[in-house]
């Protein structure tokens, strides 16, 4: 079965600095996996997606994230945050946690915190 | 393009009491989505449709009831609320199935009381 972990539920950066957002996932075949942002009070938004190819995937807003077979990971990165990055960030991977291909298994968030 | 929209936004609801929770995309996508959002969960499948007529169950269908009559619509019903439904509904669309990009609405907070 499918399952995502974010290992930071917290995680606070200084304005300017770079980021880095980590995400394990569990799943048997090639995993097609996403990272979604979501502000205050809004939905989500896909910042990159991963399906098969180049091992590092660019998104908006400055994101890029890479896969790493070996790890079993997909961690996100942005070289330089803004205060409008503070948001919560989901990792997800296709497929759902009891079986069947359709609908995300999404991790639990990582709330990003900018400070000034 | 509006993409996805829900109503209401804010509902609160006795213990008992039914509601449906409305879902409509413009974007003439065939998969849609309902997923709840528990603070510090992140989000679960509750059912989805590949298609005006076909539904089938997520990771949490207990409690909810769907039907999907057109292409455009999706609705929620919660026939018997119960506290445990508190929850942020949030619907999403896609074209695809497997590795399609999904549209996510604004959310309907709905809290039981």
């Known amino acids: 079965a499918q399952s995502v972990t974010q290992p930071d539920i917290h995680i606070t950066v200084s304005e300017g600095a770079s980021l880095e957002l980590r995400c394990n996932y569990s799943y048997g075949a090639t995993p097609y996996l996403f990272w979604y942002v979501q502000s205050p009070g809004q939905g989500l938004q896909l910042l990159l997606k991963y399906f098969s190819g180049d091992t590092l995937v660019q998104g908006i807003k400055g994101f890029e994230a890479e896969f790493k077979r070996s790890q079993s990971s997909f961690n996100l990165r942005k070289p330089s945050v803004h205060w409008s990055d503070a948001a919560e960030y989901f990792c997800a991977v296709a497929g759902r946690s009891g079986g069947g291909a359709d609908g995300l298994t999404f991790g639990k968030g990582t709330h990003l915190i900018i400070q000034p | 393009n509006a993409g996805v929209t829900q109503t209401p936004k804010f509902r609160i609801l006795k213990i008992g009491q039914s509601m449906t929770l409305q879902c409509t995309q413009d974007m003439n996508h065939n998969y849609m989505y309902w997923y709840r959002q528990d603070p510090g969960m992140g989000l679960k499948l509750i059912y989805y449709s590949v298609g005006a007529g076909i539904t089938d169950k997520g990771e949490v269908p207990n409690g909810y009831n769907v039907s999907r009559s057109t292409t455009e619509d999706f609705p929620l019903r919660l026939e018997l609320a119960a506290p445990s439904q508190t929850s942020v509904y949030f619907c999403?669309?896609?074209?695809?199935?497997?590795?399609?990009?999904?549209?996510f609405g604004p959310g309907t907070r709905l809290l039981v009381l």
């Open positions: 999403a669309s896609s074209y695809g199935g497997r590795g399609e990009t999904q549209y």
